[in-house]
């Protein structure tokens, strides 16, 4: 079965750094693309990122290009988002979701972590 | 980036209902578009992919049709577990990009 396990809620101030997580199971991590994707109540779903594990080979929207750094960890099925100086306005719902399958067909967010809630106030 | 409008935001219907969802690109995307669902709390959910296919598992009275830059999801027979709020993704290109979602609420 995949899974996609997040970590867990975050409460951060202004300015601080973040690293979160997504630990996949239950098919090889370096086959698929893990994306990122932000939720909040004002803008919906937002696509910010992916990467694929098997060589690191990363996307950015235009959007997060430069507010957010996405990698992985091969040794340990692990993908992770990060920020070098939070704000207020990064305050969201995050996800990870991997891609259904290898193909074009299927090459969109089939499977979905649970989410890392990210507060971010002073 | 492609736009992604969907209509109506929300929607109000009763048990048994037949539903339809729009969702329009702004430049075509041949079939790539993926449905979702998604209830308070959780994190959203594949039904459709390649704008017709049933994701594994999802009911049969789940169906997408469209093609270029105007697709439809219909639910033929609404459940009482399909109130939820429904998002179209486009999976053409890069960035990704969803649709702002409709809300389909018992009536």
């Known amino acids: 079965e995949v899974q996609l396990v997040q970590s867990g809620a975050e409460v951060k101030k202004p300015g601080e750094s973040l690293k979160i997580s997504c630990k996949v199971s239950?098919?090889?991590?370096?086959?698929?693309?893990i994306a990122w994707v932000r939720q909040t109540p004002g803008k919906g779903l937002e696509w910010m990122g992916i990467?694929?594990?098997?060589?690191?080979?990363?996307r950015y929207s235009p959007s997060f290009l430069g507010q957010v750094t996405i990698s992985a960890d091969r040794s340990i099925s692990t993908a992770y988002l990060q920020w070098s100086s939070l704000r207020a306005s990064d305050t969201a719902m995050y996800y990870c979701?991997?891609?259904?399958?290898?193909?074009?067909?299927?090459?969109?967010?089939?499977?979905w972590g649970q989410g890392t809630l990210v507060t971010v106030s002073s | 980036d492609i736009q992604m409008i969907q209509s109506p935001s929300s929607l109000s219907a009763s048990v048994g209902d037949r539903v339809s969802i729009t969702c329009r690109a702004s430049?075509?995307?041949?079939?790539?578009l993926a449905w979702f669902q998604q209830k308070p709390g959780k994190a959203p959910k594949s039904l459709i992919y390649?704008?017709?296919r049933l994701q594994s598992g999802v009911p049969s009275r789940f169906s997408g049709s469209g093609s270029g830059t105007d697709f439809t999801l219909t639910i033929s027979s609404l459940q009482p577990e399909d109130f939820a709020t429904y998002y179209c993704?486009?999976?053409?290109?890069?960035?990704?990009?969803f649709g702002p979602g409709t809300k389909v609420d018992i009536e």
């Open positions: 239950g098919y090889s991590f370096t086959d698929y693309w």
């Open positions: 390649a704008a017709s």
């Open positions: 990467i694929y594990p098997g060589d690191s080979d990363t």
């Open positions: 430049q075509g995307i041949s079939n790539y």
């Open positions: 993704q486009q999976y053409s290109s890069y960035p990704r990009t």
């Open positions: 979701a991997r891609h259904l399958g290898a193909y074009d067909s299927s090459a969109f967010e089939g499977y």
